[in-house]
């Protein structure tokens, strides 16, 4: 039996508005405080990795706090875009979405993908049609656009491309199974359609019997670089979660990228890493439960 482990991280990039105001960098902790609770709830009582990373990723969502669900970043063209993916390391079993616009969960609809089990990735409105069909929870598209996302948007356009990215969750549970999710509106300012490496299954997300990993960054870089499962294959060969994240971070900045990732290995042991100035995270333990947003 083993001890669970509940990792998550509220994306990589521009948090420095947040380290220094107080007023702002309370929710950041509050929001990423929930996301433990309720994941590391499920954890407590017995229950799957699963449904950890889900239950913890749609807290995150909900949260306009952070660049994923509602509150996501907006695209050139003044929407929000959602992709989220999430895999069940015990067999493989993965969902993914892409393009979602009018989602009030992403990572549930790529769980429901997961438990259908007929496709792995679905993408766009006809996708999406196909998810609401199926009892995936609508909102209007405006529910998932807020003030501070427009305000980033109008900093885009004036030439400032700073980046605030991505939710994800790690988690081990008692029955020593390892699960990964990651959500994400993506890019301020990215073109209509742009997929990044979040709802990948082994670039930004990936779980199997060694390792489990979230990533939040520049996804194209982390897409080229192949992380998540390359970071994986390292834990699983030996490396530690600390060796194997600092690596796989060293590929991502040969391709001119940066961001963070979260890595949890199937003996308890995790590593939260960034290269960025600052990534939002958090970690949860039976008894002890820690966010901070640093280096």
Do not use: Y
């Not at 509050?30 to 407590?44: I, P, Q, R």
């Not at 305000?151 to 988690?171: K, M, Q, S």
């Not at 192949?226 to 900045?253: E, I, K």
Request: with cysteine; net charge negative.
């Amino acid at each position: 039996m083993s001890e669970p482990v509940l990792c998550i991280h509220g994306g990589a990039g521009r948090w420095s508005d947040e380290i220094a105001d107080s007023a702002l960098g309370a929710p950041v902790h509050a929001g990423l405080a929930a996301a433990l609770a309720a994941g590391g709830a499920l954890l407590a009582a017995g229950g799957s990795a699963l449904d950890a990373v889900q239950a913890a990723v749609s807290v995150l969502e909900a949260d306009p706090v952070f660049n994923a669900g509602r509150g996501g970043a907006l695209t050139s063209g003044g929407w929000v875009e959602c992709d989220a993916a999430i895999i069940d390391g015990r067999d493989g079993r993965a969902g993914a979405v892409a393009g979602l616009r009018r989602t009030r969960s992403p990572v549930a609809a790529a769980r429901h993908l997961l438990d259908e089990g007929r496709h792995v990735l679905l993408a766009g409105a006809e996708g999406e049609a196909w998810l609401h069909q199926h009892g995936v929870e609508v909102c209007p598209p405006e529910w998932l656009v807020v003030e501070r996302s427009r305000a980033e948007l109008e900093r885009w356009r004036a030439g400032d491309h700073g980046r605030r990215g991505t939710v994800g969750a790690v988690a081990l549970d008692r029955a020593g199974r390892l699960a990964a999710a990651t959500s994400t509106g993506g890019l301020t300012g990215k073109r209509p359609g742009r997929v990044g490496d979040s709802p990948l299954i082994g670039a930004g997300t990936w779980a199997d019997g060694a390792a489990a990993i979230s990533c939040t960054g520049l996804g194209e870089a982390f897409i080229r670089a192949g992380f998540a499962l390359r970071t994986a294959l390292a834990v699983g060969g030996g490396a530690t979660p600390a060796a194997a994240a600092a690596d796989g971070l060293a590929r991502v900045s040969g391709f001119g990228g940066t961001g963070g990732t979260i890595v949890l290995a199937a003996d308890g042991t995790w590593e939260l890493a960034t290269s960025d100035p600052a990534m939002a995270r958090g970690v949860w333990s039976r008894g002890s439960s820690q966010t901070w947003i640093a280096r």
